[in-house]
């Protein structure tokens, strides 16, 4: 019997090839899409959580009181962590870990730019590293070693053996190898590929055995013993900081789960209130939603075919099927076409994963050898065949016989209720998704209209090491003189990537307690504003030709604003240990989160802090011949080194790579939710013409036009759409504005974008439907007459 079913099941998909493509494409499409969603979905939650302890190791959270709300960040001191495992019994390991930088690793007369880390021995500990070969009981055993993962290992070495080779850091520290250890996961926040000693970091960097409480630059990361009750044990650890440090009696401190920052790393009051969890949880949603609307598509397309359906189930009635039988015999047929859908969006993902990759900036991968996926799958082909074929399998089971046989079936008003239901669904979310597409790229105009402060265009950044360090204006001044470049400049970090704040800042006619607010800071020597095209508000940048700037520094209007001054312009200011005097103010401009207020910032000449050189390149040459004559006086300073250099302005649109991403996403499943929402309305469409038919054949020899009959065919659908749009338009304005409302610098929601939501709907829907709506109007109206 079970054969005879799939035999009949077959029959008919072949018999429809049309329509059983349309419907097996249009699930086959929204399985392939929800098994893309659902992959980047499980990516980010099991994100940090490959390590034998994670639900064991926390981030040690500072939370400081600043600008009238409460900072958090997982920035913390050099002495804190073994301050720690002193203080409180609970925590078994503590490690430290400075920010991953290139450095430069040369072995015989090969240099490659390796990612690097500088951690305590402990750190290897408390993330359960997995040494390839090697152990961490002896890894940092010397002082001058050196840990390689195998793909850092591998660019260096190629298929050498890593192990005991001496290499060249930098070209000054020569390190032993002493270990090789696995790839991190792509799913994971450490993406290093070599780990240096805390040890060996020291000894390179003396002050650091020294730096106290106040530099917040480093990480910490804790082990727990099991079984630790951790509300009791952050509120032990709450004034850890003030305990330690004078200056910072207001600082709380807590720990919070590793595995968990990823996704829940916004902070508001010290509490932690969400972040990219939301975004996993929209795609969580849209996977549902794309899979349910491609399952209303199925419905509608199988219940449109009835007519053709309605005299094989009469005759199976008449020869004794039950209704039972006949629903066991339509579920089989939908589950085939289920099964059918399955294979066909295996197919896709398999071509399209490379692609959505590229759009989300991930490495997904189908995990084509897991048990569980394929019995995930088998669970969707189930389930989706089930909702899916559950009303047509109902619907074509309820037909009487006699009148199927004397074919005069009609499935009548209350028939297609159902069908218009389905079909305002559809569009339901098809409008909202053309609302918030719309809405979404609206705000994302907005931010990257907001202006940055200082000109962004023609900008790169280069890493200062080497004889560059030292040199700088040296290799300035040769760049100028080929034309490769009109100014540069050397700061302590990158403009667009700003993460340096400093308090115990003093000011004349300071409140008590302001000296503990953190101000930004960015560390420069000469040329900032000519290089960068700030503007000064009032005052002058950094002069060579005045001894005195060597504390001198310049503010923005934010900070003079936060400092009350009226004449800012040589006002002394306390700062990094020496008082300064200001000798510029500028325009405000951005470090940080473009959507939120400016903050204060005080750019400040010191010599030894520099990190980067950023470069106007000249704007008369294309950016391509700038960079090839930059890259030849380069080399004249860094023959060892790489030419690597970073455009600003792509650096700074990675401020709102997630808003990007969403306007991209959103765009690619408005144009999904369309598509597969027309199918169902021409499922729809053609339904209601085979049962218009006769009063079509009627109304055609009484004298109507087509145009006519157009008209009448079409207004009931237009009507759906029209409920749908105000049901979906109503529903995307209360979840956008709330969405909007996390901006403090949003757009505003037009009634351009309702209009031109209707607009797009209706032109959908009549495009859609004209083609049946035509095709029943040139009917032979003799031919649709003929059995009455």
């Not at 880390?117 to 001058?144: M, N, Q, W, Y």
């Not at 757009?747 to 939501?757: K, M, R, Y």
Request: proline letters at 3%; charged letters at 20%.
């Amino acid at each position: 019997m079970l054969k005879n079913y799939f035999k009949i099941a077959w029959r008919n998909i072949y018999k429809n090839k049309l329509y059983s493509a349309i419907n097996i494409g249009g699930l086959g499409v929204g399985m392939a899409v929800s098994f893309m969603l659902m992959l980047y979905v499980y990516n980010e939650l099991t994100y940090d959580k490959q390590y034998k302890n994670d639900e064991r190791i926390f981030t040690v959270m500072r939370h400081q009181p600043a600008n009238g709300e409460i900072q958090s960040g997982s920035s913390t001191s050099v002495p804190m962590a073994a301050a720690m495992l002193k203080d409180y019994p609970e925590i078994e390991k503590a490690a430290r870990m400075n920010w991953a930088f290139d450095k430069l690793y040369t072995y015989q007369d090969k240099s490659v730019n390796i990612n690097t880390a500088s951690v305590d021995p402990s750190f290897l500990d408390i993330f359960s590293i997995e040494f390839v070969k090697g152990s961490g009981a002896t890894a940092f055993s010397e002082l001058s070693s050196i840990v390689l993962t195998e793909s850092g290992a591998k660019s260096l070495f190629g298929t050498e053996d890593a192990m005991g080779k001496i290499v060249k850091i930098n070209k000054e520290r020569s390190a032993k190898v002493t270990g090789v250890i696995k790839d991190f996961a792509s799913n994971a926040s450490f993406k290093f590929n070599a780990v240096g000693s805390w040890a060996m970091l020291e000894a390179d960097q003396p002050w650091l055995k020294t730096s106290g409480w106040g530099n917040y630059s480093f990480k910490t990361y804790v082990l727990v013993k099991p079984g630790t009750n951790m509300a009791n044990l952050n509120a032990k650890i709450s004034g850890f900081i003030a305990k330690n440090d004078p200056n910072s009696k207001s600082t709380k401190v807590s720990l919070f789960q590793y595995s968990q920052l990823h996704l829940h790393s916004k902070f508001v009051n010290g509490k932690s209130v969400g972040g990219s969890i939301e975004y996993v949880q929209l795609f969580m949603i849209l996977a549902i939603v794309i899979l349910l609307i491609a399952c209303i598509n199925f419905m509608n397309l199988s219940t449109a075919r009835s007519e053709n359906r309605a005299k094989e189930v009469g005759v199976r009635k008449a020869v004794g099927a039950g209704r039972f039988s006949l629903i066991k015999q339509f579920m089989g047929e939908s589950l085939l076409m289920s099964a059918l859908a399955f294979v066909l969006a295996m197919i896709l993902v398999n071509r399209l994963l490379p692609y959505f990759n590229g759009v989300i900036g991930k490495n997904l991968e189908a995990p084509y050898g897991s048990v569980n996926f394929w019995l995930i799958g088998l669970g969707t082909i189930l389930i989706t065949g089930l909702i899916a074929g559950s009303y047509p399998a109902l619907f074509l089971s309820s037909f009487r016989p006699v009148k199927v046989l004397k074919g005069v079936n009609k499935a009548g008003k209350a028939a297609m209720l159902p069908r218009k239901i389905l079909v305002v669904v559809q569009f339901v979310i098809a409008t909202a998704f053309i609302l918030s597409s719309i809405l979404i790229y609206k705000q994302l105009m907005f931010i990257k209209s907001l202006p940055a402060g200082y000109d962004k265009n023609n900008l790169v950044e280069l890493s200062l090491d080497g004889r560059l360090y030292n040199d700088f204006e040296l290799f300035r001044r040769d760049a100028i003189e080929t034309g490769a470049i009109s100014d540069g400049v050397s700061t302590s970090s990158s403009i667009s990537n700003t993460n340096s704040s400093s308090w115990g800042i003093t000011w004349p006619g300071q409140l008590p307690g302001e000296d503990k607010i953190p101000i930004d800071q960015l560390v420069t020597t000469y040329h900032f504003v000519s290089t960068f095209n700030v503007k000064l508000i009032e005052g002058r940048d950094f002069d060579m030709g005045r001894p005195s700037d060597s504390t001198a520094i310049m503010l923005n209007q934010a900070a003079v604003k936060l400092m009350r001054m009226k004449e800012p312009l040589g006002t002394q200011v306390y700062w990094q240990g020496a008082k300064r005097t200001v000798v510029g103010v500028m325009q405000d401009f951005i470090l940080g989160d473009p959507t939120r207020p400016v903050d204060p910032v005080i750019v400040g000449f010191m010599k030894g802090w520099a990190g980067t050189a950023t470069i106007r390149l000249n704007n008369k040459l294309s950016v391509s011949d700038a960079i090839a004559k930059l890259n030849t006086v380069y080399k004249k300073y860094k023959p060892e080194y790489p030419f690597d250099y970073k455009f600003v302005d792509e650096q700074y649109a990675q401020k709102y790579s997630t808003e990007q991403l969403l306007g991209t996403l959103a765009n690619w499943f408005t144009i999904l939710a369309i598509v597969i929402s027309c199918l169902g309305l021409f499922g729809l469409a053609s339904f209601s013409a085979e049962q218009r038919r006769k009063e079509i054949g009627i109304r055609k020899v009484l004298g109507a036009s087509i145009a006519n009959l157009w008209f009448n065919l079409s207004k009931e659908f237009v009507q759906l759409v029209v409920i749908a749009f105000v049901i979906g338009g109503a529903l995307s304005w209360y979840f956008m504005n709330q969405w909007l409302q996390k901006y403090i610098f949003h757009t505003s929601i037009s009634a351009w974008v309702f209009v031109a939501t209707i607009i797009i709907s209706l032109a959908v829907t009549l495009l859609t439907i004209s083609w049946q709506a035509i095709k029943a109007a040139l009917t032979n109206p003799v031919k649709n007459l003929r059995s009455e």
